[in-house]
């Protein structure tokens, strides 16, 4: 399978409606097919980790945005099974602080780039500041259109400075969220996640789309590709986001150091 199928390649031209997201094609094609293949997923990522962070020379960075209840943190809970927490960090952008607000957007992200060896998952990021704020409007539009640009830049300076990035809209369909909020209201091991105001923020689902179709039109480029991974099915959803991440990795090509331990000697 080729996770190119999910790459946006000619973002000019990308249309957020001629993606469905129960569409399985690039990937498994069952939840049995996608089942059988995770643990063996799970050990690839592992061992590729390991090498990333024993040869503490490359770091990564993956974003993860999408609509509320599209799974990010399933996504981050799949991701992460296997792999040791030394050298894996989860971050999660909330409603940014006073502090936080009184600087720049970029401020509080940029502390939580990946050093070497380093892999990091950003659950929510700096695209909030185009998304939830152009459709709320808490800031001009003035002022969040130059954002785009200044996003590019923010991340080809990472990218120069050795950061891999990718990035991640878990795609799911208005219907799919209707149930997925259902469930939260019934299910009281779930009920924790509903939040208050998620009734609100789904009657705004058509701006929340231009908002997301907008940015993928504009932030896509070579050395921070966007992903639209289709995640009305969980299992597709968690293959596709570990199957690019694995192709990723593979490309870093990173190997195990081998200092000179010529004279060394254990008694
Ligand atoms: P959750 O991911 O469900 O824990 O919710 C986090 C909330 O923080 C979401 O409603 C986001 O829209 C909100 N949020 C994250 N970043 C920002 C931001 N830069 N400005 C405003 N709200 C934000
Ligand atoms: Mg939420």
């Known amino acids: 399978m080729g996770v190119k199928h999910f790459c946006v390649d000619d973002p000019e031209s990308f249309d957020l409606s001629t993606i469905d997201p129960r569409d399985t094609a690039g990937g498994p094609s069952s939840k049995e097919e996608a089942l059988?293949?995770?643990?063996?997923?799970?050990?690839?990522?592992?061992?590729?980790?390991?090498?990333?962070?024993?040869?503490?020379?490359?770091?990564?960075?993956?974003?993860?945005?999408?609509?509320?209840?599209?799974?990010?943190?399933?996504?981050?809970?799949?991701v992460m099974s296997g792999i040791s927490p030394a050298s894996v960090r989860v971050v999660s952008f909330k409603k940014p602080t006073e502090p936080e607000l009184w600087h720049d957007y970029l401020w509080r992200i940029h502390p939580h780039v990946p050093g070497n060896g380093e892999i990091v998952i950003f659950n929510r990021s700096h695209y909030e500041d185009v998304l939830v704020v152009r459709v709320h409007e808490l800031v001009?539009?003035?002022?969040?259109?130059?954002?785009?640009?200044?996003?590019?830049?923010?991340?080809?300076?990472?990218?120069?400075?050795?950061?891999?990035i990718l990035k991640f809209f878990l795609h799911i369909s208005r219907e799919e969220q209707a149930e997925r909020l259902q469930a939260r209201l019934d299910d009281p091991t779930k009920r924790?996640?509903?939040?208050?105001?998620?009734?609100?923020?789904?009657?705004?689902?058509?701006?929340?789309?231009?908002?997301?179709?907008?940015?993928?039109?504009?932030?896509?480029?070579?050395?921070?590709?966007?992903?639209?991974?289709?995640?009305?099915?969980?299992?597709?959803?968690?293959?596709?986001?570990?199957?690019?991440i694995i192709d990723t990795l593979e490309k870093l090509d990173c190997k195990y150091p081998q200092p000179d331990l010529s004279g060394e000697q254990v008694e």
């Open 36 to 78: 059988e293949k995770a643990e063996a997923m799970h050990e690839r990522l592992a061992d590729l980790q390991e090498v990333l962070y024993a040869e503490n020379k490359q770091k990564v960075l993956i974003v993860l945005q999408g609509m509320d209840t599209s799974g990010k943190d399933g996504a981050v809970r799949h």
């Open 140 to 164: 001009p539009k003035d002022v969040w259109k130059k954002r785009y640009q200044q996003i590019n830049d923010f991340e080809r300076m990472l990218a120069e400075n050795g950061v891999t």
């Open 192 to 244: 924790w996640k509903f939040q208050h105001g998620d009734l609100e923020e789904r009657k705004l689902w058509n701006e929340y789309r231009e908002a997301y179709q907008d940015a993928v039109r504009k932030t896509s480029t070579k050395w921070a590709p966007w992903y639209i991974v289709p995640s009305d099915r969980k299992w597709f959803r968690n293959h596709v986001v570990a199957a690019t």
